[in-house]
């Protein structure tokens, strides 16, 4: 790797500092730990969300603070494409030649002096500098201190790849995807509506929650909420859904700890909608984890269903509980199974209802998991197909006859969608795709012909997700 270069020197200045200036060149704490995370992130596949909830929790940083950290780490995952092309403009070497956590420095730099333009360009210097002596970088931070100031300097005057005549580059360099996640919505969708897609997942996604049917209706819900300092919207297509305007922290607001609501996109409400699990029946969600469908479900069978809830990791299933009695909820089983092989370990029961939401790329929630498409690699999404496949064979072979499956994913990519489905039933041949029109009619609008249901950031304001309802014939008498 090249030698960094060697910190500015800079004339001695025999003038008593004030304490205000001392109080500005010291490095935030949330500045330190929004580094310290995406460095673990970058370097080591960390997810962004489970290493920052650590970090939050070990700290004792002001909410204003901590909220600047969360802004700092998503903002620059989520930018980190359009990022590392204005850092290049810049630099006399590879980005990819910086040492680790020096780039994250730079990168967290770079995004406020790029995005977060409220702050002043000196402070946002000064302070990322000064990071970089607490994070044992001191020979880097000469180096740091120029880089930063050289791209606020050329900031304005730096120019993207025009997506008129290089689609790929501009969505790359300016919309900051990974060049194969380009590509393919580039052949799939075309230029602008790849660039849509692009730019959509990009944004901050809204706050969605989902109402607890079983304590109070949407309406009653929404009415109490809009009495606090939130401005509340019924969801369009979701059928308890509500979208919320304001800063609402759901552990501190009383309604949310009294299980009144849960956190959950529209569109994954929707795969809800469309398996419309009736009060009684017996459901299987055989990739439960962390619960916010499987206690949805719970909510629609009532006292008198009930709901098996698998998953394969412990932890991660404790986490259904746990807002199972937030939520006043106690018709849920948990059972601790892998989905692809152990199911025999449920005895002879067949399901009204079965839920397989597989495990996938997670494509359609990049702008809730920025990291994601960082982290994804090209050849994933044929990699979980085949185990897509085994889940969704093992879910119909516990289905009733005359029961209904649900399929979902929350990702875009085909080979976990419509070509997991179409493999599957072509050896199912006693299960079809459920006719669009016995499905749900708020739900239309994501529905295509073949009966598929396809949630797109840019054109519903969800997150992408797909979902394909399956119906299992009736045994011939």
Request: hydrophobic share 40%.
């Amino acid at each position: 790797m090249n030698e960094l270069k060697p910190p500015y020197k800079r004339k001695p200045n025999k003038r008593p500092v004030s304490v205000q200036r001392r109080q500005n060149t010291r490095p935030t704490q949330a500045r330190l730990l929004a580094i310290r995370v995406l460095d673990r992130v970058e370097s080591s596949g960390a997810f962004s969300d489970l290493s920052l909830s650590a970090a939050l929790a070990r700290s004792t940083l002001a909410p204003s603070d901590r909220a600047l950290a969360t802004e700092l780490l998503y903002g620059t995952l989520r930018w980190r494409g359009r990022l590392d092309f204005l850092l290049a403009q810049v630099l006399d070497r590879k980005l990819s030649e910086v040492e680790s956590v020096v780039r994250s420095i730079l990168r967290i730099g770079a995004y406020q002096l790029a995005v977060m333009t409220k702050i002043p360009a000196s402070q946002a210097v000064d302070k990322t500098v000064n990071c970089a002596k607490v994070l044992g970088a001191q020979r880097a931070t000469g180096f740091i201190n120029g880089v930063l100031r050289n791209l606020n300097r050329k900031l304005e005057s730096i120019d993207f790849p025009p997506l008129d005549t290089d689609p790929l580059a501009h969505i790359v360099s300016s919309l900051s995807l990974p060049e194969w996640i380009a590509a393919r919505w580039i052949k799939r969708y075309g230029a602008k509506d790849a660039a849509a897609l692009a730019a959509a997942a990009n944004q901050k996604p809204p706050l969605t929650i989902r109402t607890n049917i079983r304590r109070q209706s949407r309406e009653k819900l929404m009415s109490k909420l809009n009495d606090g300092p939130y401005d509340v919207q019924a969801c369009p297509v979701a059928l308890y859904g509500l979208t919320i305007k304001g800063r609402l922290i759901p552990g501190e607001d009383p309604a949310f700890r009294n299980g009144f609501f849960t956190v959950q996109d529209e569109a994954s409400q929707a795969v809800v909608d469309l398996l419309d699990p009736q009060p009684g029946d017996i459901v299987l969600d055989a990739c439960a984890a962390p619960g916010t469908k499987a206690t949805a479900i719970a909510e629609r069978v009532q006292e008198t269903g009930h709901v098996i809830a698998v998953d394969k990791h412990e932890r991660r299933l404790a986490l259904v509980g746990r807002d199972a009695r937030r939520l006043g909820l106690q018709n849920i089983e948990l059972r601790c199974l892998d989905t692809t092989r152990q199911l025999n370990e449920l005895g002879a029961i067949k399901f009204d209802r079965v839920l397989i939401d597989a495990p996938c790329s997670g494509l359609g929630t990049i702008r809730r998991n920025p990291d994601a498409r960082w982290r994804v690699k090209a050849e994933d999404p044929s990699r979980l197909a085949e185990i897509q496949k085994l889940l969704l064979k093992e879910g119909i072979d516990r289905l009733k006859p005359g029961g209904v499956l649900v399929y979902s994913t929350c990702t875009l990519e085909p080979e976990e969608n419509d070509h997991v489905v179409d493999a599957v039933l072509s050896l199912r041949r006693n299960c079809r795709l459920s006719d669009r029109d016995d499905l749900p009619a708020t739900l239309h609008d994501w529905i295509d012909k073949r009966g598929l249901m396809r949630a797109y950031p840019h054109l519903t304001g969800a997150d992408g997700f797909f979902a394909a309802q399956i119906t299992k014939q009736e045994e011939e008498n």
